[in-house]
């Protein structure tokens, strides 16, 4: 049985950063991307992050590039997300993901095949 779970999240202030992390279980983990992704309430679930199997080549939204970095330990089935200088246009429920495609848009959230249940991210002003 596959699971995704995330942590990390919480309430911050403007300015503040957060670690996300999500824990796989039930997969080969080093055979999938990752990827992260947000919904805000009342929006569509957008692309944040991913990261190769090997983490040889990383994505990004351009809403966090520069305040995000993600990475992964292989060896811990574990993805992180480095959240830096949130702003409250971040706030939103974070989801991870994982992709067992070779070759796909790591940015189109249809071509991943697992996921996580997301952990909030609160961002005051």
């Known amino acids: 049985q596959v699971q995704l779970v995330e942590s990390g999240g919480g309430l911050v202030q403007a300015g503040d950063s957060l670690r996300l992390s999500c824990a796989a279980s039930?997969?080969?983990?080093?055979?999938?991307?990752m990827g992260w992704f947000r919904q805000a309430p009342g929006k569509e679930r957008e692309f944040v992050a991913a990261?190769?199997?090997?983490?040889?080549?990383?994505y990004y939204a351009d809403s966090v590039k520069g305040r995000c970095t993600i990475s992964r330990d292989n060896a811990k089935s574990t993805v992180y997300l480095q959240m830096n200088s949130l702003k409250p246009e971040d706030t939103a429920a974070y989801y991870c993901?994982?992709?067992?495609?070779?070759?796909?848009?790591?940015?189109?959230?249809?071509?991943?095949?697992?996921w996580g249940q997301g952990t909030q991210v609160t961002v005051s002003s």
């Open positions: 039930g997969v080969f983990f080093s055979r999938y991307a």
């Open positions: 993901a994982a992709d067992s495609s070779l070759v796909s848009d790591r940015r189109d959230s249809t071509k991943y095949d697992y």
């Open positions: 990261i190769s199997r090997n983490s040889g080549t990383t």
